[in-house]
């Protein structure tokens, strides 16, 4: 949501400058800004959903949850294998 609050405060930005003092390839520039930030910027998900920072968060979150389910699994298959070899060993 940020970026689209931000990407909406650059047409104003730009008029609000002091673009009559500049010189003609800076007020170009900023026309173009201008012109590109009509349209609001939105971060996407494969072109088919928008990402706002709450499911970002939640994505993040959930990808955390099972990295650390996988890796405690992991451990304890490793730790199970070596027990079984220092067993055989004793």
């Given at each position: 949501m940020y970026a689209v609050i931000e990407s909406e405060g650059t047409k104003y930005a730009c008029y609000q400058s002091d673009w009559t003092t500049c010189d003609p390839t800076v007020k170009k520039m900023l026309i173009i800004i201008t012109e590109r930030s009509k349209r609001p910027l939105?971060?996407?998900?494969?072109?088919?959903?928008?990402?706002?920072?709450?499911?970002?968060?939640?994505?993040?979150?959930?990808?955390?949850?099972y990295f650390t389910l996988m890796q405690n699994l992991y451990k304890k298959h490793w730790e199970k294998k070596l027990n079984k070899i220092v067993h055989k060993i004793n």
């Open positions: 939105f971060l996407t998900a494969g072109k088919f959903s928008t990402v706002s920072l709450n499911s970002f968060t939640k994505v993040i979150n959930t990808s955390f949850s």
